[in-house]
Nanobody
Framework: QVQLVESGGGLVQPGGSLRLSCAAS??????????IGWFRQAPGKEREGVAC????????YYADSVQGRFTISRDIAKNAVYLQMNSLKPEDTAVYYC??????????????WGQGTQVTVSS
């Protein structure tokens, strides 16, 4: 089993920044076994993959909509993954989910999900 807990969401003005954190735990979790991704879902819209960090070499992948503004990183010692979000736009408003996938980074789903954290970009 893998448990994922997100934190760091909140209200921010357009152009501002936020850093989301995802704490990974559980008897089944190792960095060699799971890629960790961030997804988001806005009201009335489908879930969207945002960023992912691969399980072995830490390669990173981004959706076109956030490329150059968001950065995903991990701290293996702390069992944590972060999503640094800069130059935020109102269209970034969504619930953000951390997810673990046991094969490779995928925009289409994951094996384990966190509970989500709300990000609202508004003036």
């Amino acid at each position: 089993q893998v448990q994922l807990v997100e934190s760091g969401g909140g209200l921010v003005q357009p152009g501002g920044s936020l850093r989301l954190s995802c704490a990974a735990s559980g008897s089944g979790f190792t960095w060699d076994d799971y890629a960790i991704g961030w997804f988001r879902q806005a009201p009335g819209k489908e879930r969207e993959g945002v960023a992912c960090i691969s399980r072995v070499d830490g390669s990173t992948y981004y959706a076109d909509s956030v490329q150059g503004r968001f950065t995903i990183s991990r701290d293996i010692a702390k069992n944590a993954v972060y999503l640094q979000m800069n130059s935020l736009k109102p269209e970034d408003t969504a619930v953000y989910y951390c997810a673990a996938n046991g094969v490779k980074c995928s925009w289409y789903g994951a094996d384990y999900w966190g509970q989500g954290t709300q990000v609202t970009v508004s003036s």
